[in-house]
């Protein structure tokens, strides 16, 4: 009996036991699972750790408490490019890196580390001055991507950033876009050169630098590369390669020379007054040619064509002056310096040798044989011309730039690509100013004309026309400026070629400029327009010959989009006020558009409706000068990308065109008047063809 109690408690305890277990287990488990949940709806996130990007994506880098450098801040990551475009893997403890500065303003830099680029268009800021990426050694990835423009403003951030974001250890890779070096401070220089840098002191206007460093690094960095400018141009930095995630510093590394010019510098200890050649930043630059990139333009004869520079003779004034002109003559792609010759009176602009010489073009000085007598202007062209058929006898072209003038960055390229058109017989010349050219009233660099005025300034002529036609008769061609009259009864029906947008900027006037005469104060007292892009295609350069010329015009006014047709008083109000809202003309620049204005000249001779319509459209009006840029009896020009043509009856096209509207009346009476209307022509209302003309008149004073 005590036995089988004894046994059967113990039965009872055990199952007891085993119950009380299990319930405390499943207890356990509720729990736990109670906490997981509670965690996930109310607890702190786990950072995340972001490995593979697409796209311009912002992420969170690096995850906390991994023993990572932790960058400041967001980084950005753009496009993915495996081994940053590295042919073979990198070896063990090294990371690929692809730098990249851009060949133009227009590029952008690029920065690739580890397979992805934390520096490009629209990631990080990255743009003009340096850009610097941090790298974390032990993960071998960006952690901070930063620019900082030193271009436009100081390197106080950029100091601190050296000074205080880079720690010890840090991997550092520098590239510059653009101009990194006009505010780029000694103490910036000086914290680069105590990360490595064995070359940042040579970086001048334009130049490219790279370096890729680690903060702590004994020696020089063996990843370092300077670029010099080349003629205001860069060239550019592309590198890719595998860098170690611990450097070794080169112990020597001998400096290199320091770019200096100690002809320049000791010109310009002179001659401080010329401010911007002299100036701190750039007196000691070399002056080295640009090089020509536009490959359909190589081989061109207008790269082997005498080009001859006029120098003024005021002075001071011209040789600033011509200081300019030459470093613009200089910055030309393609340009080479022997067929550059300077031509100067030497009575009235020193130094003209010495100045020539630091760009390495030649000179001719010119004095009369009298050395008290004043050269006219017909003689200096004779002497110019004179002097580039010696020099260059086999050329078949001269091309002339007259005294103050800058050219574009497409000067010779532009004139290169018309350059055949000299073989038309019909045409002339071809001019880089267009007279007509303001700034509202010439807006494609893509478009040229044919003229029949010569507008002189900067231009390129066949050696035959002056050795067969204008030799012996200067005097009666040519003894005034361009802009004033050359060739008038001499271009046998001859026409120029002009841009829409000019190639060459006159330099603002002033007495010591030009004289102040009404001609001159109404040609360059306003704003002008002057193609800033370094390679713009002529759009219808092949339409220029003759025959294809009118054909090209009479497609042209067949396929216009909008005729205007203003009544008298309108012409008259926006002659007066300039505004050609009064035209009902609302032009706009995101639809090109070809607008006609056809109108009928009551005098057959003269030019009075066309004279109010230039200064309607804020074309070249004077009282005392024909309209400028006229072709068989129209003109054009553009508007916000538009072309616009006035078409008188002089043209043979109005005929084919349609009936003008609105004519100037042929009676003219004279009146004291000082508005707008009392130097034109009137024009009033012709709605149907058998309508009269109003009586009322404005006149010329």
């Known amino acids: 009996m005590t036995c089988k109690r004894r046994t059967g408690m113990k039965r009872v305890s055990l199952g007891w036991t085993c119950r009380q277990l299990g319930l405390l287990c499943l207890g356990v488990f509720v729990g736990v699972g109670l906490y997981g949940v509670f965690e996930f709806l109310f607890g702190s996130p786990l950072p ?9 994506v912002t992420a969170m880098y690096p995850p906390q408490g991994t023993g990572e450098r932790a960058g400041v801040g967001v980084m950005q990551v753009g496009s993915i490019e495996p081994n940053c475009g ?7 403890h090294h990371f690929p890196v692809h730098v990249y500065s851009g060949k133009t303003n227009d590029d952008q830099p690029r920065v690739c580390i580890s397979g992805k680029y934390v ?36 390197s106080s951030q950029l100091e601190a950033f050296l000074s205080q974001e880079v720690l010890e250890g840090d991997i550092l890779v520098a590239v510059t876009f653009d101009e990194a070096s006009r505010n780029l401070s000694p103490a910036a220089k000086n914290l680069f050169a105590k990360l490595g840098s064995s070359q940042i002191q040579n970086l001048q206007f334009r130049g490219q630098w790279f370096m890729v460093t680690q903060k702590g690094l004994q020696g020089f960095s063996p990843f370092e590369e300077l670029e010099a400018s080349k003629g205001g141009l860069w060239s550019p930095i592309d590198k890719k390669f595998c860098a170690p995630r611990q450097l070794q510093g080169q112990s020597i590394k001998p400096d290199p020379p320091v770019d200096q010019n100690p002809d320049r510098l000791r010109f310009c200890a002179t001659h401080p007054h010329i401010t911007d050649f002299c100036s701190v930043s750039h007196r000691e630059l070399p002056l080295r040619p640009a090089i020509l990139t536009n490959h359909q333009i190589v081989g061109s004869a207008m ?16 040789l600033s002056d011509l200081t300019l002109t030459l470093q613009t003559v200089l910055g030309q792609p393609g340009v080479q310096n022997k067929y550059v010759v300077v031509v100067y009176d030497p009575r009235h602009i020193p130094d003209v040798l010495t100045l020539s010489r630091l760009f390495n073009f030649s000179s001719k000085a010119i004095v009369p044989q009298n050395f008290n007598d004043t050269l006219q202007y017909h003689e200096v062209m004779q002497l110019v011309f004179e002097t580039a058929h010696v020099a260059f006898p086999n050329s078949p072209y ?7 003038l800058l050219l574009a960055p497409d000067f010779l390229a532009y004139t290169a690509s018309l350059l055949p058109l000299l073989h038309d017989p019909t045409i002339l010349g071809i001019s880089a100013w267009n007279p007509n050219g303001y700034l509202n009233v010439s807006t494609r660099p893509d478009l040229v004309y044919r003229v029949e005025d010569f507008p002189g300034m900067a231009f390129t002529l066949r050696m035959e026309t002056y050795l067969k036609e204008l030799r012996t008769k200067m005097k009666q061609c040519c003894n005034r400026r361009g802009w004033g009259g050359w060739f008038k009864a001499g271009r046998w029906n001859r026409e120029i070629i002009i841009p829409d947008i000019s190639r060459v900027l006159h330099r603002p006037v002033g007495p010591e400029l ?17 193609n800033l892009e370094m390679n713009t295609p002529i759009l219808n350069g092949e339409s220029l010959a003759a025959q294809r010329y009118e054909a090209h015009l009479s497609s042209i006014l067949n396929s216009s989009s909008l005729t205007l047709t203003p009544a008298h008083d309108e012409v008259l109000r926006c002659a007066d006020e300039k505004d050609t809202q009064h035209l009902h ?75 003008c509207h609105y004519c100037p009346h042929p009676a003219l009476r004279n009146t004291t008047t000082t508005t707008a209307t009392a130097t034109a022509t009137a024009i009033s209302t012709t709605t149907t063809a058998t309508t009269t003309m109003g009586t009322s008149a404005a006149a010329f004073t």
């Open 48 to 56: 995340p750790k972001v490995t593979f990007y697409v796209g311009n």
């Open 514 to 530: 030009e004289p102040a005469t009404p001609l001159i104060h109404a040609l360059f007292q306003r704003l002008r327009a002057t």
């Open 119 to 154: 520096i490009e268009k629209d990631v990080n800021s990255g743009g003009r001055g340096l850009n610097l990426v941090v790298v974390d050694p032990k993960q071998m990835k960006a952690i901070i991507a930063k620019r900082f423009d030193t271009y436009a403003g100081d």
């Open 303 to 318: 790269f082997t064509t005498p080009i001859m520079v006029i120098a003024g003779n005021r002075g001071h004034t011209s």
């Open 585 to 659: 003309l609302n032009l706009t620049t995101d639809r090109q558009a070809v607008v006609v204005l056809p109108y009928k000249e009551s005098d057959m001779d003269g030019w009075s409706g066309m004279k109010l319509l230039s200064q309607c459209f804020g074309l070249f009006h004077h009282q005392d000068s024909p309209p400028k840029g006229l072709h068989k009896g129209l003109l054009r020009f553009s508007m916000k990308g538009s072309e616009v043509i006035l078409l008188s009856n002089h043209s043979p096209s109005l005929p084919h065109h349609q009936v």
């Open 86 to 92: 590295l042919v073979e893997v990198c070896p063990n």
């Open 398 to 404: 001269i091309t002339i730039v007259e005294a103050g």
